[in-house]
DNA sequence: TGGCGGTACTG
DNA sequence: CAGTAC
DNA sequence: GCCA
């Protein structure tokens, strides 16, 4: 709901208009079906002001009244913004509440999250949780194909640019129907509003469709399909005459990485259910809970964001004494690779005790097990939170946090978010000071942000 | 026009 | 250092 | 390829 008064007509509309672009509904006061979830006023209106012009009290109990400026955001990020600041008051409220338990093997902060009743309202509120669906697949596909083929020809900065661009359009509730629609999206230009009227009108991209039966474009996806070759290499080996897998084999030097990657091929291109991630991830925590008892285990990634099917396994390790993590790392692979469940090392850093990165392929003992990709972090307690935050994602939404970090002068890792990080150009000349992060919460807070679950972290 | 996440490991 | 990956 |  938008309380006019104060604002200009023209302002107004103009605000309404976005709001239903952006797949919002609006309400007015004096109507009574539809959920309320923002008020939306001047910055000047007083509460008195507010009251005589909602008859009905209970209508807005609870709900948060919010200055135009967090409406304005949301519209050019096309996301619920963190209130925050926004905020102007809000009545007393009525509805209480509610505390929902995980079950999942999650730090304090996270075994229970507050369900509040005004949650999902205007639907740029969908949180990337929202299990709506994609309406707008049809141009994620399209867009995606281009995003890839330039990620293999190295152009990554434009690939990045399709990929955001991807994330942005699948937030949308409403289908993409014209160019305006497009343009006016964070992140979408001219050429991609372009593309996506393109593909609006005649249902594909011709340069996506061109591209993608070009010899090149192909045995690139190829090759890069393979762990451990990037863009780079699959150049090299183009331009050396290679233009298959077998090609590749018999006549490309491989690194040791590269060899597994071909030799689990099939496998790792696939994903597995949630279920068998869960299944190897309690591999893990029974290997560790035997060595070191009292030793944490927690599975992030896309399995901690919930999904359904993940593409690999992260695990992270840590303690709550805080030291006897330390030296944990070689013990607990060699028993997991006495066990046979370890099958190849693709990262590991033996002869260092400080080694906190394993990267690997496992199989579960059972019939028709497939090879399965295997992360493992050891951390220490202190960095449990940053850690978490890094190791479950998604790549994107690192990226946008790291990004804020920034903004505000400061800098977050896996390790610690610091403040008062100086600057100059690339390189820093202060390192400021770590902030305490005893929970993701805490980091949330931090960067003045509401917490977003796991579940709401995929972009 | 420069910047686009920040870090760990390999060869 | 460049390349690759998380 | 987009944005500040």
Not at 168 to 191: N, T
Not at 381 to 390: F, H, K, R, T
């Amino acid at each position: 709901m938008i309380v006019p008064s104060g604002i200009g007509k023209k302002r107004l509309s103009l605000l309404q208009d976005k709001v239903v672009l952006h797949g919002g509904r609006l309400v007015s006061s004096f109507e009574e079906e539809g959920r309320l979830t923002h008020v939306i006023v001047d910055d000047m209106l007083s509460i008195d002001g507010f009251k005589k012009y909602v008859e009905d009290e209970a209508r807005v109990a609870g709900v948060p009244v919010l200055k135009t400026q967090w409406l304005s955001r949301c519209l050019a990020e096309n996301a619920i913004i963190p209130l925050g600041e926004h905020q102007m008051f809000a009545m007393p409220k009525i509805c209480p509440t509610v505390l929902v338990g995980t079950s999942l093997g999650h730090p304090h902060e996270e075994q229970t999250k507050e369900i509040s009743i005004n949650k999902d309202g205007f639907a740029c509120a969908h949180a990337s949780g929202m299990k709506t669906d994609n309406v707008n697949q049809l141009i994620t596909e399209e867009l995606g194909k281009l995003a890839k083929i330039y990620k293999n020809s190295n152009d990554h900065w434009r690939a990045l640019t399709y990929e955001r661009a991807i994330n942005q359009i699948k937030k949308l509730p409403k289908p993409i129907s014209s160019y305006e629609e497009a343009k006016v999206l964070h992140g979408i230009g001219p050429s991609l509003a372009d593309k996506i009227w393109e593909i609006v009108e005649q249902g594909k991209l011709r340069k996506a469709e061109k591209l993608s039966e070009g010899e090149k474009v192909r045995t690139l996806e190829l090759f890069t399909s393979i762990w451990g070759v990037g863009a780079t290499t699959a150049e090299l080996w183009y331009g050396m005459g290679l233009r298959n897998l077998n090609d590749v084999k018999t006549k490309a030097h491989l690194t040791h990485q590269q060899q597994i990657g071909l030799k689990c091929f099939d496998d790792l291109l696939e994903r597995m259910s949630r279920a068998e991630a869960g299944e190897i991830a309690a591999v893990i925590r029974k290997a560790v809970e035997e060595l070191c008892p009292g030793t944490q285990t927690f599975a992030c990634g896309s399995y901690r964001r919930g999904k359904s099917t993940c593409g690999d396994v992260d695990v992270l390790v840590t303690h709550p004494d805080g030291v006897s993590h330390e030296g944990l790392f070689q013990p607990l692979l060699k028993k997991l690779k006495l066990s046979g469940f370890l099958t190849d090392d693709l990262m590991i850093q033996e002869q260092s005790t400080a080694q906190q990165k394993y990267l690997g392929v496992c199989k579960l003992h059972k019939e028709n097990a497939k090879y399965r990709r295997l992360d493992i972090i050891v951390m220490p307690y202190g960095e449990l939170a940053p850690a978490l935050m890094y190791f479950t994602g998604s790549a994107h939404f690192n990226r946008s946090m790291r990004l804020l970090a920034n903004k505000m002068g400061m800098s977050l890792s896996e390790h610690g978010l610091r403040a008062g990080v100086v600057r100059q150009g690339r390189e820093k000349v202060n390192d400021g000071h770590l902030l305490e992060t005893p929970t993701e919460a805490s980091i949330f807070q931090h960067l003045g942000l509401e917490y977003r679950p796991p579940e709401d972290r995929d972009h």
